[in-house]
């Protein structure tokens, strides 16, 4: 079994954003001694449009010129120490500034999909040039900021252009619509990869692009209850490393706390207890690829101490890899 350990690379996005230090710099970090220590690799989806916002407003403020150093230093490292850097776009940047104190972020255009085409390839486009320029590796992975990339029409022509060739962002039978969110991945295959064209939950074995899904399992309620229970009773083990608050999803916690609900594999606070689990279920499916998904703001200390469980347990048995190990010369 191939086994990726991705991370969306990002501070908060709501009124309380957090600190690039303990949202990105110190879990991360965390990440990196664990990596190490077991000689793996993990896949860090880099959101590329807060960097070009430090980047425009760090001669003005000297703590974004150290949040912009602190960060473009640590991708370098984790790009030359054999990490995967690949592009995350969350395109509410374009409309978001800093007004001296902190970020105002605007997130009413929050999916790529509400641009213009013209607007989209500018995007695509720079974004893309800020990991060039900090890794000079091939970026041809993409995952979307909050998984919304329907309708892909939008977006295909464009990340052809710019040989965007492999999306991760998939969950299987995945769907949220509310607000500034829509993804709908009900209708996606039940495989670990497949080809597409025109949507990514939609299998054409002659499409352009490959998806490798996040991997998905279903909970119960009761695991949301114990999640939120453990939080209260043990706050400095399961409270978050990042310091921020996310913005709101409305209607998803009830949903969560009484019914079952499809969920990624996930090292993100609690869930990384399902690690396991979720390698033995896409086990007993025959696949050959497992794809986690975790972000360093989400971390806690219990979910670090069970990622590296979770490696030490089955580093022997399986491959701990990247996107592009895995598929640069595919």
Not at 59 to 82: M, V
Not at 181 to 191: A, E, G, M, T, V
Not at 313 to 329: C, D, I, L, P, V
Request: one cysteine or more.
């Amino acid at each position: 079994m191939d086994i990726y350990i991705t991370l969306d690379y990002e501070i908060y996005f709501g009124e309380n954003h957090g600190t690039v230090e303990k949202c990105i710099i110190y879990p991360t970090s965390e990440l990196i001694r664990i990596a190490e220590k077991h000689h793996v690799r993990f896949s860090f989806f880099v959101d590329c449009g807060f960097i070009l916002k430090l980047d425009e407003y760090r001669k003005d403020f000297p703590q974004l010129e150290n949040d912009y150093k602190a960060i473009t230093d640590q991708i370098t490292y984790l790009s030359a120490t054999g990490h995967d850097i690949q592009l995350h776009i969350h395109p509410h940047w374009e409309d978001s500034y800093y007004n001296g104190e902190r970020w105002v972020i605007d997130i009413k255009r929050y999916k790529l999909v509400d641009f213009n085409e013209t607007e989209i390839s500018d995007i695509v486009y720079r974004y893309k040039q800020v990991l060039l320029k900090l890794t000079n590796k091939n970026i041809f992975v993409y995952r979307a900021g909050g998984w919304c990339l329907q309708p892909f029409s939008k977006l295909k022509n464009v990340f052809k252009d710019n040989n965007i060739t492999l999306d991760s962002s998939v969950f299987r039978n995945g769907f949220y619509t509310s607000g500034n969110y829509f993804y709908d991945f009900r209708n996606s295959p039940d495989k670990d990869i497949y080809r597409f064209e025109d949507d990514p939950a939609s299998e054409n074995t002659k499409g352009f692009f490959t998806e490798l899904p996040i991997s998905s399992i279903k909970n119960s309620p009761l695991f949301f209850w114990k999640l939120f229970l453990l939080g209260r009773k043990n706050p400095y083990l399961h409270k978050p490393l990042g310091d921020g608050r996310a913005i709101d999803t409305p209607g998803q916690r009830k949903k969560m706390l009484t019914q079952y609900t499809n969920c990624t594999v996930s090292i993100d606070g609690y869930n990384a207890n399902l690690l396991q689990r979720g390698l033995k279920e896409m086990q007993k499916k025959d696949f050959s690829n497992i794809v986690v998904i975790g972000h360093p703001k989400a971390l806690s200390r219990f979910s670090i101490l069970k990622l590296e469980e979770f490696i030490i347990k089955n580093k022997s048995k399986h491959n701990f890899t990247t996107y592009t190990k895995a598929f640069e010369n595919q």
